[in-house]
């Protein structure tokens, strides 16, 4: 029976005592895992802290009933906020496990402390040993728990291990040791328990939650830190943050990784999951993930100490990036708006075509003569395949890439991955009835699906999965990208283009036909509301790939699959994708973000945390990209979205229903959002220098993580070492707070010195046309202020300015201040340039002797520097109110010949 309390006892206990609740448990552990102690104490428990305790809880444990298999007791008493719930939770009592406890008054089932959902570890650790489940069910459905599990400890490296829990029937894994690491685990009998040391303390405890394996449903319970935690999107993350990693709109852009803060130092950990997993964040810290998988739960986790050293294991693990080039900095532009006029006949279909040319004409024409900077155009439309090909839609988007070309502009269509089998004839009512989807595809000789049946996803073994697509108002079919063959490949791509890049769109895959969610509450042991919400709108979850397996296992890789018939296409474009799993080499597109103030906060935090989670090239669409746009209410919002973007590491502005381009604004507001473009151009030779090496939007954790006040800022973050931003973040916001990190800092166009100390707020007032930018003491940051009409072209042309914001340091004799500061632009991987200042020179010098890209015959940068500005001088040296500007010209190409050049400023 569960542990409950009965009718009699229940009058008794009507006063339950808040205050006892609250007491930590700690003491409750140490006691209850002591063999000895257990002993007086149960003699105590039973004569003097029941009936007491009976009289204060209205849960309690059946205490009379010791587990018959002589293991840990575990008691009920968890304090409200630390319980960890056993199963679905919330459910009536009859539903709860019996080694669960219930408390009556909230409907809650949850895990004793230590839980009795735990394998059993009947010697000492060893990667062979199999150990079996204690309790022969799982609070699933009462499923059969999994009769064997084995732990695999992997030593990747001195600060990077691995935990994977596995099936033991089906898999063997030897984890790899190694003799120089920086910590130790225990993994102690006979519950097993795990418990992972830095040289600072835990940093991993599986804290004796429940390790629960059975068919479709694994689950476990750990602590990373008693203090802050960082990441899926979150900072900080904290209780009540349930997130699933499932591809959908909406879902995780970046890969599973969580930050955690403990003594001073950081820690990480990247859950490892290609299933369905969902991950909640309970009350004390305490991190469950549960996933539907039949087979392991694999985790890793990465010593630190600093967030950059957990990047830096990550990323020796996953992968880095290696495609940025310089255009891709600059903007990419898309437009969706449908052309009015309705073509009923042939003549008005080329009517039709030629005006959709006409419409992208007309952009590229008014985007020229209000100089509005841009990389990259997505062309006429985006991209649909079609069973039957339609050649006015094939010819309209050549012709796109025609236009695109004859304007200098680079060409990057939308796709997405499925293949539209028939437009949606039915009426709106049978939308709500999942069969409508299952349409005849054959009748009409739809030669692609007929062709290449064997590659779809399926519903059953006789018929080709059907899914709803209700933009295009089409039922769409969709190719398993991961078995595709060349010859379905040169059927599905008849694209006579060259193409920059690609951005994959809807490629979780979208599909937005009606699923009886209910019925999968039933047929899987575990269900939740976060998974309802990713299984929504795609792929029904039961649908099988060609040759029987099960889809669901493998649905985070169906984005993946398919940018990576893009390498087949055409080798070494740019994919910019929605959806992913661990292709770091791929850049993240944001899709679907509405226009608000909460998502323009989001965006940003989300880009900073992506950075630091690997995925350091991450696109993001300025004033969102989702129909619903309101050109009145919403300009402010756009605007300061505008100025934002200046800082994301790669921007798309991308028009559906409304134009949210420049073009379209008038005056002012489209200054604004012009000047903007044109501010970001001018910082690309930083941008583009910083990502070489690192993220370029940081959260304020990652880079000041000895600075404890700043650690939780989200209003606030560096780009590169030397920005910093304090975006608004609020409509209608006349002040900014910034809350000062260490060092020295200027404000970035004038020069100003900020006078306040580490952690000090600084409030600054701010316009429509402002956006708060710092530059750090001891940085120099080349930029190019002469904006062109590309990143590319600004880039060739534009004369360099370096801005020297100087820290003021102590030399060791006779104490005296001494003014420094670094630089470094970096122009291809043989050749950087080094600045640095003195005091009284600037010196400069080459890394690298490959000239040909700054100095050849064809140069992709320009070579003079013809500005400097300084910060940080005595006013009565400033030729301006916070600096002194400089006009020169400095010929970096003179470094071929002298080994650096020394040009004075104030001797
Ligand atoms: C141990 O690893 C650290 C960090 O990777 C390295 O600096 C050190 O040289 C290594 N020591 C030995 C003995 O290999
Ligand atoms: C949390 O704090 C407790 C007691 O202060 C300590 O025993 C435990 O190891 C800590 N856990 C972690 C993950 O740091
Ligand atoms: C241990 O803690 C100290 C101070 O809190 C910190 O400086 C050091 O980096 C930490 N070391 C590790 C390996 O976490
Ligand atoms: C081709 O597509 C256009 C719409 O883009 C449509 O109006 C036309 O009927 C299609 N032609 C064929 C042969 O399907
Ligand atoms: C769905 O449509 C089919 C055929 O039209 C019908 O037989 C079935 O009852 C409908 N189901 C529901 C739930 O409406
Ligand atoms: C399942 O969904 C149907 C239709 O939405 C609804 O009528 C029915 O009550 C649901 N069943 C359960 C158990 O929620
Ligand atoms: C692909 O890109 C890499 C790195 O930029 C380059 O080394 C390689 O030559 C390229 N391959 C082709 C076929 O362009
Ligand atoms: C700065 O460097 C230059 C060139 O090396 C040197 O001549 C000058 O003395 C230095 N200035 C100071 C203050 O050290």
Request: negative net charge.
């Amino acid at each position: 029976m569960i542990p409950h309390a009965n009718a009699d006892d229940h009058k008794e206990e009507e006063e339950s005592n808040e205050e006892y609740e609250e007491t930590k448990v700690h003491w409750m552990i140490a006691i209850l895992l002591n063999r000895p102690l257990k002993v007086i104490l149960m003699t105590l428990l039973l004569a003097i802290l029941i009936p007491m305790l009976l009289y204060r809880f209205l849960f309690f444990t059946s205490i009379i009933r010791a587990p018959s298999d002589g293991y840990s007791f575990g008691s009920c008493l968890v304090p409200r906020a630390a319980r960890l719930l056993c199963g679905v939770g919330y459910v009536p009592e009859d539903e709860c496990h019996s080694e669960c406890c219930y408390d009556i008054d909230n409907h809650v089932c949850f895990h004793r402390f230590p839980s009795r959902f735990s394998y059993l570890l009947l010697q000492q650790w060893t990667e062979e040993v199999v150990m079996a489940p204690r309790i022969n069910t799982v609070p699933f459905k009462h499923q059969k728990s999994v009769p064997g599990i084995r732990l695999s400890i992997d030593e990747i490296s001195s600060t990077h291990l691995s935990l994977t829990f596995y099936d033991a029937e089906t898999t063997y894994l030897q984890g790899k040791k190694i003799d120089n690491k920086t910590y130790t685990y225990q993994v102690s009998s006979q519950e097993m328990n795990v418990i992972v040391s830095g040289v600072n303390g835990t940093i991993f405890t599986s804290a004796n939650g429940p390790l629960i394996a059975a068919d479709n449903i694994w689950e476990i319970t750990f602590k990373l830190t008693n203090e802050t935690i960082y990441g899926l999107g979150e900072l900080p993350l904290t209780e009540g943050t349930v997130k699933v990693i499932y591809n959908h709109d909406g879902g995780l852009s970046s890969l599973p990784v969580i930050y955690a803060k403990a003594n001073g130092s950081y820690h990480g950990l990247l859950i490892d999951m290609q299933t369905p997993t969902e991950i909640t964040i309970g009350g004390d810290n305490n991190i469950i993930v549960r996933s539907i998988t039949k087979t392991d739960i694999k985790l890793h986790l990465f010593l630190g100490p600093e967030p950059k050293d957990i990047m830096r294991d990550l990323l020796d693990y996953v992968g880095r990036n290696k495609q940025l080039e310089y255009w891709m900095l600059g903007a990419h532009v898309c437009s969706e708006i449908k052309s009015e006029d309705n073509a009923e006949n042939d003549d008005e279909i080329d009517d039709k075509e030629d005006n959709e040319i006409s419409k992208l004409k007309k952009f590229i024409a008014n985007a020229e003569s209000s100089n509005l900077p841009y990389e990259s155009h997505c062309g006429i439309r985006p991209i649909v395949f079609q069973a039957i090909h339609n050649n006015t839609d094939v010819s309209v988007i050549e012709s796109g890439e025609e236009v695109l070309r004859a304007a200098g502009k680079r060409f990057i269509p939308h796709v997405s991955p499925y293949i539209v089998v028939s437009e949606v004839i039915d009426s709106p009512e049978s939308e709500n009835n999942e069969t409508s989807a299952e349409v005849d595809i054959y009748s009409k000789g739809k030669h692609i699906v007929e062709t290449f049946k064997d590659l779809f996803l399926r519903s059953n073994s006789s018929k080709i999965y059907v899914g709803t697509i209700k933009s295009l108002q089409a039922h769409v079919a969709y190719p398993d990208y991961g078995e595709i063959t060349d010859d379905f490949l040169e059927a599905l791509w008849i694209y006579k283009v060259d193409l920059d890049g690609v951005v994959l769109e809807n490629n979780w895959p979208l599909d937005e036909s009606l699923k009886a969610l209910n019925e999968t509450y039933k047929q899987l042991p575990y269900f939740s509301k976060s998974f309802e919400v990713a299984f929504k709108n795609t792929p029904r979850w039961n649908v099988s790939k060609p040759l029987g397996h099960e889809y669901i296992y493998n649905h985070n890789k169906y984005g993946d699959n398919f940018a990576h018939i893009f390498d087949r296409i055409s080798q070494n474009i740019t994919k910019f994708s929605s959806s992913h799993w661990r292709r770091p080499n791929d850049i993240v597109n944001r899709q679907n973000i509405s226009t608000s103030w909460a998502s323009l906060h989001s965006e940003l935090v989300e880009a900073a945390l992506g950075g630091v989670s690997g995925h350091w090239l991450w696109s993001s669409p300025i004033c969102g990209d989702t129909v619903n746009f309101n050109t009145k209410s919403q300009m402010n919002l756009c605007i300061k979205w505008y100025m934002a973007a200046k800082f994301m590491p790669l921007i798309k502005i991308h028009s559906k229903d409304v134009a949210r381009d420049p073009i379209a604004f008038q005056g002012t507001q489209k200054a604004l959002m012009i000047t903007s473009l044109n501010e970001r151009l001018s910082f690309l030779p930083y941008f583009y220098t910083v990502l070489q090496e690192g993220p370029l939007l940081r959260p304020m954790f990652y880079e000041f993580p000895h600075s404890e006040e700043l650690s939780n800022l989200s209003s606030q973050f560096t780009v590169g070492d030397a920005l910093l931003i304090a975006p608004n973040l609020l409509p209608s916001q006349s002040h900014v707070h910034t809350q000062m990190p260490p060092g020295t800092w200027y404000e970035f166009w004038s020069g100003m010195l900020i006078d306040a100390k580490e952690g000090e707020i600084v409030t600054m007032t701010t316009t429509e046309a402002d956006f708060l930018t710092f530059i750090r003491g001891g940085f120099i940051v080349a930029m190019q202020q002469d904006i062109k009409t590309s990143a590319e072209s600004t880039r060739k042309f534009s004369h360099y300015t370096l801005v020297i914001a100087t820290e003021t340091v102590n030399t060791d004799e006779q104490s005296s201040k001494f003014r420094i500061a670094n630089g470094k632009l970096f122009i291809s991987g043989d050749m950087s340039i080094r600045f640095t200042f003195n005091e009284t020179d600037l010196m400069i010098v080459a890394d690298g002797d490959d000239f040909s890209l700054l100095c050849g015959a064809d140069p992709v940068s320009a070579s003079i520097i013809k500005e400097i500005k300084l910060y940080g001088l005595a006013d009565q040296d400033n030729n301006y109110d916070h600096h002194k500007q400089i006009d020169t010209k400095i010929d970096m190409c003179n470094l071929k010949n002298t080994s650096q050049i020394i040009y004075p400023i104030l001797s």
